[in-house]
T-cell receptor, first 116, second 114 residues
Framework: GAGVSQSPRYKVAKRGQDVALRCDPI?????LFWYQQALGQGPEFLTY????????KSGLPSDRFFAERPEGSVSTLKIQRTQQEDSAVYLC??????????????FGQGTRLTVV | AQKITQTQPGMFVQEKEAVTLDCTYD???????LFWYKQPSSGEMIFLIY??????QNATEGRYSLNFQKARKSANLVISASQLGDSAMYFC???????????FGQGTRLTINP
């Protein structure tokens, strides 16, 4: 597709349920990022992949959060035993190469997760 | 650690007027990049403009320009001739050399009135 695609767009989970959020980056993009955006806040970094390698996972808030990109394309963010504080919009972004120095990241529309 | 501060939670502007959205940043790195993104109600972040710390001239992209004052650590976004479609959240973000994480500010909600 032309842009970054995320699915589902909306997800309601019962507390304690596991969820999986999918990201299809722009074809050929090497870098892939996950961000978490709480209501009324700016996005916060979760993790970064270069191809299939997860090079930075310093932003993952707990060991309940896990991300993978096994073939260097599609990525999945998994949250185990969801808690109410996990409610947020999860944004995926991709870039052709390393971000910065006039290489921007392209974002998807996000998945809005609500934990009830 | 890097930090971005956007002090204007909301701004209201008449259509066709120019508007300045404030952004200040804090970093001890000498090499960094600054971005502005627009987030409409649909949710996706749309890239607007980029400024590198070593760029001597202010960046411009159509109606968008970045007023970069390095000594003051500010990177304000200027939108000329505002349009109704400019109504959205605007985020300032920073990246430093060697890292691959964008650090975002809290955002400014811009409303353009007809």
């Amino acid at each position: 597709g032309a842009g970054v695609s995320q699915s589902p767009r909306y997800k309601v989970a019962k507390r304690g349920q596991d969820v999986a959020l999918r990201c299809d980056p722009i074809s050929g993009h090497v870098s892939l990022f996950w961000y978490q955006q709480a209501l009324g806040q700016g996005p916060e970094f979760l993790t970064y992949f270069q191809n299939e390698a997860q090079l930075d996972k310093s932003g993952l808030p707990s060991d309940r959060f896990f991300a993978e990109r096994p073939e260097g394309s599609v990525s999945t963010l998994k949250i185990q035993r969801t808690q109410q504080e996990d409610s947020a919009v999860y944004l995926c972004a991709s870039s052709l190469d390393r971000v910065g120095w006039n290489t921007e990241a392209f974002f998807g529309q996000g998945t809005r997760l609500t934990v009830v | 650690a890097q930090k971005i501060t956007q002090t204007q939670p909301g701004m209201f502007v008449q259509e066709k007027e120019a508007v300045t959205l404030d952004c200040t940043y804090d970093t001890s790195d000498q090499s960094y990049g600054l971005f502005w993104y627009k987030q409409p109600s649909s949710g996706e972040m749309i890239f607007l403009i980029y400024q590198g710390s070593y760029d001597e001239q202010n960046a411009t992209e159509g109606r968008y320009s970045l007023n970069f004052q390095k000594a003051r650590k500010s990177a304000n976004l200027v939108i000329s001739a505002s349009q109704l479609g400019d109504s959205a959240m605007y985020f300032c973000a920073m990246i430093v050399q060697g890292a691959q994480k964008l650090v975002f500010g809290q955002g400014t909600r811009l409303t353009i009135n007809p």
